[in-house]
């Protein structure tokens, strides 16, 4: 158990949501039949619930001792999160162009990475499947994208801008660059890896070049394909916060820089946080969206 | 005529590029295979069986040497000539149903309509017992499952020959066994041109009318040919305790292990 | 290994065409032991189609008479009270042209197992070597159905061997790696060696045939392989077995029985114009697979 030594009132609730919840399963079982299902609720317990629990525990902890090292420059969790809860009561609300609520700003991010990774999408799939199709194709643009991959985003930037001329597009911009990268090569690598069975199927049954790439390429590669779009739309949300803070406009990234220059570090924690939880559940949707796709014989 | 050379396999080579040279796997094969025949390819690994079934399949073709099938050269891969793989690569993320109608689409779409293409469908799962597992995709049913869908998807296609590819070597013995009885009895009703790659002594005595039996590669060519001429309906049973059935399981495995060596002297 | 064994070819004889090439006429014989045999024979001739002899000319390639009691053979009852058992007439062509028919007399019994097989190509029909007709003995049944289930290729078993060779081919212990696809059973029914040799046909066909037989009986008790000479030399002892010496080669050509004047003069004739001969107990029988000689056998009985 996780021994409440701190005071502070966020750590003692959450130590004694964690005492209650093993308490509960402790006690000494009163007969066989219930004592077998809550063997199974602690057996739950101490597999699935605790371990998360006590990590966030550990971070809240390291937290405080940051906060208290600091003299207070970094917020304890118990002063940001009582800004969270002011912040998230009023998530919509508009007072102007640059102070606009929380919901809005996530908003304009999300915005901005569904466009670009929108545009990715449409130029870098189908360029896959050619790369990936015809070997003289792969050969001609292999170079090229092996040169152009490592090339950080952000060093996009200041390209987007000029050509461009505006934050918001320059930032679209960065964003189509980052995303498709993965969306070209693992297409391209899903249209190679087809299995050649599949292939002597639509030889031996003399197939139409149509109903080869929609019955067996297309849901063939798709997989690979998802696999392409989780790591563009996760590099795209990391890379629209760092594009926002450099350029300005409205957005996560935006706000996070506005409230540094405020010295708002309560508001700045709450952001990573904010940031991060969006993040997960992006990535979360996209693997439930692979699963639905992936097909016994393809996942292996 | 025609009838007894249906498939004719005349002079063929077959041979690759590699980055050590030309890699010769087959030589000279001649073989004709009579119409409704069951013909068992064997040898060991690495002698050209399945290429020669390719070159059958019109998947390949050959450096030298022609093949015909019902007196048209076989110029490329066609229904006439259904397959059945090893891996019985079905379409995962189409149902039975539709990986069959897939085929039975191709082969009779121009000239039958819809009801009458799904009936086709339905009677090759049918012919395979397999009517329960219609709308189930291949990764819910079990692997002997999946290779009958497999044989009926290819009967489906009314083809002339029906070539297979060792099909039954990724399952267990009794599954095995049970999809060599059910081909067998589908063969008889059929009627069917058969040339099957096999590794199994017993599978290819049990099945066949003639056993082709192929020498080592590389430039690996046809060693012997065994006529199988045990009576028909086979059953399995009664078969395993016939003299000749032992008499010709034993004459395949001497030449399949009485192979190595090559001493003789000349007199 | 006794000198006396009993050997599996026990009496051979020839026979050439008659000056009007309507009959063929009696041109020598070896038959050892069997001594009626030896007393009809000379006075016999047979018309075409007629007999053992008549029937491999009517074929134009070599007969196997698995059971002397056949209709077409005159000399039945002497043959089997010699102990012979079968019999088999192989016809020499040259060209269309008849040279000879030479006919060898076997003997198995079950102390002694033999077996004699004929097989048989015909290049337009299929690309198989399979079997024409055999005499098995008692070598049981597996063997024999075996042999009739089984088609060869060119240059696979003994007879495919024989085959793409064009020569005779000894495979002197059959076993795992000898070669010998049917090694397995026959090892079981007691053979253990056998001798092939191609035969002339008129009509275009492979003839390959085969004597096995088993240790404790030598199919003859001596073999010779002579090839032609080079740069007018005498003929050449390629290869052969003998019953007490074993192998044979070019070294050992000197205690060959035709090592005489006579008998080198002999095989000098036979090499040149295909023409059969008997010494002694000695056989000489041309190799002319393609219509000219390559080779001559020499069979000590």
């Known amino acids: 158990m996780v021994s409440a030594v701190f005071h502070s009132p966020l750590e003692q609730a959450r130590a004694d949501v964690a005492a209650s919840r093993s308490t509960t399963a402790a006690p000494i079982p009163t007969s066989p039949r219930s004592g077998s299902m809550l063997r199974g609720v602690l057996n739950y317990t101490v597999l699935k619930v605790l371990p998360p629990l006590a990590g966030l525990a550990l971070l809240v902890l390291l937290w405080q001792i940051t906060s208290i090292k600091t003299a207070g420059s970094i917020p ?7 800004q969270a809860l002011q912040i998230f009561s009023d998530p919509f609300y508009r007072n102007g162009p640059n102070d606009q609520g929380i919901g809005w700003n996530v908003l304009a991010s999300l915005q901005r990475v569904a466009v670009g990774f929108g545009l990715a999408a449409l130029v870098g799939i189908p360029a896959g499947f050619a790369i990936g199709r015809f070997a003289f194709l792969g050969r001609m643009f292999n170079p090229l994208i092996s040169l152009l991959r490592p090339v950080s985003p952000l060093a ?5 801008l000029l050509v461009f001329k505006g934050a918001n597009p320059a930032a679209i911009w960065t964003i189509f660059i980052c995303s498709i990268w993965p969306m070209v090569i693992n297409t391209a690598v899903g249209v190679q890896r087809v299995p050649s069975d599949y292939m002597n199927v639509a030889k031996v049954l003399n197939l139409s070049e149509w109903k080869i790439l ?5 849901p063939a590669v798709l997989p690979y394909m998802l ?3 989780r790591l563009a739309v996760s590099t795209a949300w990391l890379v629209i916060v760092a594009a926002e803070m450099l350029t300005g406009g409205v957005g996560v990234g935006f706000w996070v820089w506005d409230e540094w220059n405020n010295l708002n570090v309560k508001n700045i924690v709450i952001a990573i946080f904010v940031i991060g939880i969006v993040g997960l559940v992006l990535e979360f949707a996209l693997i439930k969206l692979a699963t639905a796709f992936t097909f016994e014989e393809v996942k292996s | 005529m ?7 396999i005349q002079g063929v080579e077959q041979a690759f590029k590699t980055p050590k040279g030309r890699f010769v796997a087959l030589q000279g094969i001649d073989l004709t295979v009579a119409k409704g025949e069951f013909v068992a390819l064997i040898g060991h690994s690495g002698c050209g069986k399945s290429t020669l079934l390719n070159l059958i399949a019109g998947l390949t073709r050959p450096t030298q040497g022609t093949l015909l099938c019902a007196n048209r050269e076989i110029a490329g891969p066609g229904p006439d000539r259904a397959m059945v793989f090893q891996n019985h690569s079905l379409l995962p993320w189409l149902t039975c149903f539709e990986n069959i109608y897939l085929g039975v689409e191709r082969v009779f779409g121009r000239t039958e309509k819809k009801p009458q293409l799904q009936q086709r469908t339905d009677d090759a799962l049918a012919l395979v ?4 597992a219609t709308h189930k995709r291949p990764g819910e049913i079990s692997g002997g499952m999946k290779q009958r869908v497999g044989i009926a998807r290819a009967l489906a296609m009314e083809p002339k020959v029906l070539l297979m590819d060792e099909p039954f070597g990724a399952l267990d013995a009794l599954t095995r066994a049970k999809l060599q009885d059910e081909l067998l009895a589908i063969v008889q009703k059929t009627q069917s041109t ?4 096999t590794h199994d002594v017993d599978e290819a005595v049990l099945l066949s009318d003639k056993i082709v039996m192929m020498t080592n590669g590389p430039a690996a060519t046809i060693g012997e040919v065994l006529s199988v001429k045990l009576p028909c309906p086979r059953n399995r049973v009664e078969l395993a305790e016939d003299r000749h059935y032992v008499m010709y399981r034993k004459a395949v495995i001497d030449f399949l292990y009485t192979r190595q060596g090559h001493v003789e002297k000349a007199a | 290994m006794m000198a006396a064994a009993r050997t ?9 065409p008659s000056s009007d090439g309507s009959l063929l006429e009696f041109g020598g014989g070896s038959f050892g032991d069997a001594s009626r045999l030896a007393a009809i024979t000379p006075q016999l001739c047979f018309g075409r189609g007629e007999g053992l002899p008549g029937q491999a000319w009517e074929n134009g390639y070599p007969v196997v008479l698995p059971q002397l009691d056949h209709s077409n053979f005159r000399r039945a009852d002497a043959a089997r009270a010699a102990g012979l058992t079968c019999g088999v007439a192989i016809p020499l062509w040259q060209g269309t042209q008849l040279r000879a028919v030479v006919v060898l007399f076997c003997g198995d019994d079950e102390q002694h197992a033999g077996a004699i097989e004929l097989w048989r190509n015909v290049p337009e029909v299929s690309p198989d070597m399979g079997l024409v007709d055999g005499y098995y003995g008692t070598t049981g049944d597996t063997f024999e159905f075996i042999s009739r289930n089984t088609q060869f290729r060119r240059g696979t078993g003994l007879p495919g061997l024989t085959w793409e060779r064009q020569a005779p081919v000894f495979l002197d212990n059959l076993g795992k790696g000898s070669g010998f696809l049917r090694a397995d059973s026959a090892v079981r029914v007691g053979i253990n060696r056998a001798y092939a040799f191609p035969c002339s046909t008129n009509d275009g066909s492979v003839c390959v045939m085969a004597f096995l037989s088993a240790l404790a009986t030598p199919i003859a008790r001596r073999i010779e392989t002579w090839q032609p000479a080079t740069h007018n030399k005498s003929p050449v002892l390629v290869s052969g077995f003998c019953d007490t010496t074993g192998v044979l080669g070019p070294a050992q050509a000197a205690a060959s029985p035709l090592a005489t004047p006579q008998g080198q003069a002999l095989l000098s004739r036979a090499l040149a114009d295909g023409a059969p001969a008997i010494t002694g107990s000695v056989l000489l029988l041309p190799i002319c697979p393609a219509g000219h000689t390559t080779a001559v056998v020499a069979l000590q009985l």
Request: hydrophobic share 50%; no cysteine.
């Open chain 1, 156 to 160: 996009w930037l200041p390209i987007g």
């Open chain 2, 194 to 197: 058969v040339v099957m790659v």
């Open chain 2, 2 to 8: 025609n009838d007894s050379k249906f498939i004719q």
């Open chain 2, 129 to 132: 017992g397999l009517t329960h």
């Open chain 1, 214 to 218: 929609t019955k067996i390429l297309f």
């Open chain 1, 227 to 229: 696999t392409g779009v």
């Open chain 1, 76 to 82: 304890t969790p118990a002063e940001t999160w009582v």
């Open chain 3, 8 to 16: 599996f070819i026990r009496a051979a004889e020839y026979w050439v």
